[in-house]
C-alpha cells in the first residue's frame, strides 16, 4: 500500500469508464461535491449488500452530491452485476493498480480463481468537494469493514450545508 490520501489536497486526477460507454472523472473542479465508493467487485457478496444499500437511497444521495462507484472488474463482470441488480448509480470498472495505489487503497491477490481471477482494490469511501480537494476517507483493508451509509450521509449533508472545514489534516 502506498501512504494514506492526505485529505485538504487535490486527489490525483483520475478517469473511470462508464458501463454505459462514458466516462466519470475526478480530481478536477466540478460544480458539486462527489462521493467516490470503491469496492472489490463482482465476487464480493459483501459488497452487493452495500451497493443494494447504496442504491435504494440515491436520490437522497444525489439531492446534495455526485455519486461514482467502481472496482477493478472487467466491463463484462460490472455489466453483469448491473443486469442483476438494476443498480441506478454511475457504474465504473477497470480500476488499475496504479489507480488503486494513488488513493491509498490497499490491494489484494485473490484467494483463488473462484473468488476472482486479478488482483482487486478492497473498499474505500472518498468524498471530493467541487474544488477536487479531499474532505473525507475512509479505507478498509478487508470486506467486512465499510461507513454506515445512513450515518455517512446525514455526516455529509451536515457538512455541505455548514461548510465545515476539512479534518484531520494534522
Request: glycine content about 8%; aromatic content about 8%; charged content about 25%.
Amino acid at each position: 500500500m502506498t501512504d494514506k490520501p492526505r485529505v485538504g489536497v487535490a486527489i490525483p486526477k483520475m478517469t473511470f469508464a462508464r458501463v454505459d460507454g462514458s466516462s466519470r472523472a475526478i480530481g478536477s473542479p466540478t460544480e458539486r461535491w462527489t462521493m467516490l465508493f470503491v469496492y472489490r467487485g463482482k465476487h464480493c457478496p459483501r459488497c452487493k449488500r452495500y451497493l443494494n444499500k447504496l442504491d435504494a437511497a440515491l436520490a437522497d444521495w444525489t439531492a446534495k452530491m455526485d455519486v461514482i462507484v467502481v472496482s477493478a472488474d472487467t466491463l463484462e463482470k460490472a455489466q453483469a452485476d448491473l443486469a442483476e441488480f438494476g443498480w441506478s448509480f454511475d457504474l465504473c470498472y477497470g480500476l488499475t493498480e496504479d489507480q488503486m495505489r494513488s488513493l491509498g487503497l490497499y490491494v489484494s491477490d485473490p484467494l483463488s480463481e473462484a473468488e476472482t481471477t486479478d488482483r482487486f482494490a478492497e473498499p474505500g469511501t472518498f468524498a471530493i468537494q467541487p474544488d477536487g480537494t479531499l474532505m473525507l476517507v475512509d479505507i478498509s483493508n478487508g470486506p467486512a469493514s465499510r461507513p454506515d451509509l445512513e450515518e455517512l450521509l446525514d455526516g455529509m449533508i451536515f457538512n455541505i450545508d455548514n461548510n465545515r472545514p476539512v479534518r484531520g489534516t494534522a
